[in-house]
């Protein structure tokens, strides 16, 4: 399968996405619009996404008359693409051997609907990254000149099932639908010249929608259900506000924490695009999803609870399956406590400030040098100044001893043991940012000033410094 726009990116996209719009499940986000009928027979569904929650069936877009007869494309809890109409009973169902479990990953689907077609397998063709899937779990066909739920006289969800359950979690971006014509993931994406093993965007403008045709772009924080396609098949918003507005998107993909990786119990809870984690019963650590080998990177959590030993701070790549749940006692893994100690492999390196709840703390990692600094509310720890880390200074920095100690990256984390923090990479805030600061390429949204020469941790940064 070609690589998707994520740790292998590329630096120049070429066409770039600006938004994407954030869905958490439970909070049961989704769009929603009564469509007129038009062409049941002939459609076209395209759409960016990249997972959040995956215990439970994650619909896409749907249609839906009752409880009975309904029409839905859904990731299922197993990671299969999955699309079906069911009027009682399944009229036509085909599924993709195929699984998209990857949390770091931007996957680009595409379902091409036209049951005029006299063989059966051409009357419904899915696509993943710009090739079609073949390999079938099922592939129950619609018969010839079926009408599907779709693009019928009913309302239309984006990120909700035809049952009204089975919400989406994660972002979407360019969600497309084409009302009239069968269209292949060509006029959607195309290979990166350069880089021909990487499917990327392109400006789907021009394409000619159809009468219920939408494009759902997300750049209208105020509206996030407008339709650019000047079509003006607006969609109303359900329980999305503009803090659900992304910057993490298929042309520059940011970090977030990765759920699959690390010691994790069963109690803990993700949310908001697997940027927010709570509960758990011992010390997990969760790491983001995207390493660092080169360069300079700068990184916001929030405690917003505080109970038992939260920490934050780095780990070293190949300590995320072992035994040892305490990121702090792990000679690989460099943290700050909640006492405010720096801890390295149980050995307290100096004493802070501790952690009260509702505090931010602030990471900026040289990760090419192991020199690391934490600060506390937008004051640097250690006696550390802004102009000093600036200029590289070292003398009240805190040096890992884990650089080159058999891993081949290094991943910034959190460690809740009950507690709930918030992490903010720059892309997507789940708490609100008061003052709004980038970095020097103009990335990120972060509450305290980014040290010059630091770096959101995103694939454009990563092309440029990593």
Same mark, same amino acid.
């Given at each position: 399968?070609?690589?998707?726009?994520?740790?292998?990116?590329i630096?120049?996209?070429?066409?770039?996405?600006?938004?994407?719009?954030?869905?958490?499940?439970?909070? !049961?986000?989704?769009?929603?619009?009564?469509?007129?009928? $038009?062409?049941?027979?002939?459609?076209t569904?395209?759409?960016?996404?990249?997972?959040?929650?995956?215990?439970?069936?994650? $619909?896409?877009?749907?249609?839906?008359?009752?409880?009975?007869?309904?029409?839905?494309?859904?990731?299922?809890?197993?990671?299969?693409?999955?699309?079906?109409?069911?009027? #009682?009973? &399944?009229?036509?169902?085909?599924?993709?051997?195929?699984?998209?479990?990857? @949390?770091?990953?931007?996957?680009?689907?595409?379902?091409?609907f036209?049951?005029?077609?006299?063989?059966?397998?051409n009357?419904?063709?899915?696509?993943?990254n710009?090739q079609?899937?073949?390999?079938?779990?099922?592939?129950?066909?619609?018969?010839?000149?079926y009408?599907? &739920? /779709?693009n019928?006289?009913?309302?239309?969800?984006?990120?909700?099932?035809? @049952?009204?359950?089975?919400?989406?979690?994660?972002?979407?971006?360019?969600?497309?639908f084409?009302?009239?014509?069968?269209?292949?993931?060509?006029?959607?994406?195309? &290979?990166?010249?350069?880089?021909?093993?990487?499917?990327?965007p392109?400006?789907?403008?021009?394409?000619? &929608?159809?009468?219920?045709?939408?494009?759902?772009?997300?750049?209208?924080?105020?509206?996030?259900?407008?339709?650019?396609?000047?079509?003006?098949?607006?969609? *109303?918003?359900?329980?999305?506000?503009?803090?659900?507005?992304? *910057?993490?998107?298929?042309?520059?993909?940011?970090? #977030?924490?990765?759920?699959?990786?690390?010691?994790?119990?069963? #109690?803990? #809870? /993700?949310?908001?695009?697997?940027?927010?984690?709570?509960?758990?019963?011992?010390?997990?650590?969760?790491? $983001?999803?995207i390493?660092m080998?080169?360069?300079?990177?700068?990184?916001?959590?929030?405690?917003? !609870?505080?109970?038992?030993?939260?920490?934050?701070?780095?780990?070293?790549?190949? %300590?995320?399956?072992?035994? +040892?749940?305490?990121?702090?006692?792990?000679?690989?893994?460099?943290?700050?406590?909640?006492n405010?100690? /720096?801890n390295?492999?149980?050995?307290?390196?100096?004493?802070?400030?501790?952690?009260? %709840?509702?505090?931010?703390?602030?990471?900026a990692?040289?990760?090419?040098?192991?020199?690391?600094?934490?600060?506390? @509310?937008?004051?640097?720890?250690?006696?550390? !100044? %802004?102009?000093e880390?600036?200029?590289? *200074? !070292?003398? @009240?920095a805190? /040096? *890992?001893?884990?650089?080159?100690?058999?891993?081949?990256?290094?991943?910034?984390l959190?460690?809740?043991?009950?507690?709930?923090?918030?992490?903010?990479?720059?892309?997507?805030?789940?708490?609100?940012?008061? $003052?709004? +600061?980038?970095?020097?390429?103009?990335?990120?949204?972060?509450?305290?000033?980014v040290?010059?020469?630091?770096?959101?941790?995103?694939t454009?940064?990563?092309?440029?410094?990593?």
């Amino acid at each position: 399968m070609p690589l998707i726009l994520g740790t292998n990116s590329i630096k120049d996209t070429g066409y770039n996405v600006a938004n994407s719009c954030r869905f958490d499940d439970g909070s !049961t986000d989704n769009l929603s619009k009564s469509f007129s009928a $038009s062409n049941r027979r002939t459609f076209t569904w395209s759409a960016w996404i990249k997972r959040g929650d995956q215990s439970a069936n994650q $619909s896409l877009f749907s249609a839906r008359t009752d409880s009975s007869n309904y029409a839905t494309i859904r990731i299922e809890s197993n990671g299969k693409f999955h699309i079906f109409d069911i009027a #009682t009973s &399944f009229q036509y169902q085909v599924k993709t051997d195929r699984v998209l479990r990857d @949390n770091s990953a931007w996957y680009h689907l595409v379902v091409a609907f036209d049951s005029t077609q006299g063989t059966a397998s051409n009357r419904i063709k899915m696509y993943v990254n710009g090739q079609q899937e073949t390999s079938l779990a099922e592939s129950s066909y619609p018969s010839e000149n079926y009408q599907s &739920f /779709f693009n019928n006289n009913l309302t239309h969800y984006v990120g909700l099932g035809g @049952n009204l359950g089975d919400a989406y979690d994660g972002y979407m971006a360019e969600v497309v639908f084409i009302d009239g014509t069968a269209l292949d993931p060509t006029s959607f994406g195309e &290979f990166d010249e350069d880089s021909p093993t990487i499917w990327k965007p392109k400006d789907v403008s021009g394409l000619t &929608f159809g009468t219920n045709g939408f494009y759902l772009d997300f750049e209208n924080a105020s509206s996030l259900g407008a339709d650019v396609s000047g079509n003006s098949n607006n969609f *109303t918003v359900n329980n999305l506000t503009s803090v659900d507005q992304s *910057t993490d998107t298929c042309t520059n993909n940011f970090a #977030t924490l990765q759920p699959n990786l690390g010691p994790r119990y069963s #109690t803990q #809870t /993700f949310s908001n695009g697997n940027l927010s984690v709570s509960g758990g019963a011992g010390f997990e650590f969760h790491p $983001s999803t995207i390493g660092m080998t080169t360069g300079k990177y700068y990184f916001e959590a929030k405690i917003t !609870t505080l109970t038992n030993y939260p920490s934050v701070g780095i780990i070293a790549s190949h %300590q995320f399956e072992t035994n +040892n749940q305490d990121a702090q006692s792990n000679s690989q893994g460099y943290v700050m406590h909640f006492n405010g100690q /720096f801890n390295n492999g149980g050995n307290v390196d100096y004493t802070g400030t501790a952690m009260s %709840q509702g505090d931010i703390i602030m990471i900026a990692f040289d990760s090419g040098n192991g020199v690391i600094w934490f600060g506390l @509310n937008g004051t640097w720890q250690r006696s550390a !100044t %802004q102009s000093e880390i600036e200029a590289g *200074t !070292t003398t @009240n920095a805190i /040096f *890992t001893n884990i650089i080159n100690a058999g891993s081949d990256s290094y991943h910034f984390l959190v460690q809740n043991y009950g507690s709930a923090w918030d992490s903010n990479f720059g892309g997507t805030q789940t708490y609100t940012i008061s $003052s709004g +600061n980038t970095d020097g390429n103009g990335y990120g949204n972060f509450e305290y000033a980014v040290p010059s020469g630091y770096f959101a941790l995103c694939t454009k940064n990563l092309a440029e410094y990593g």
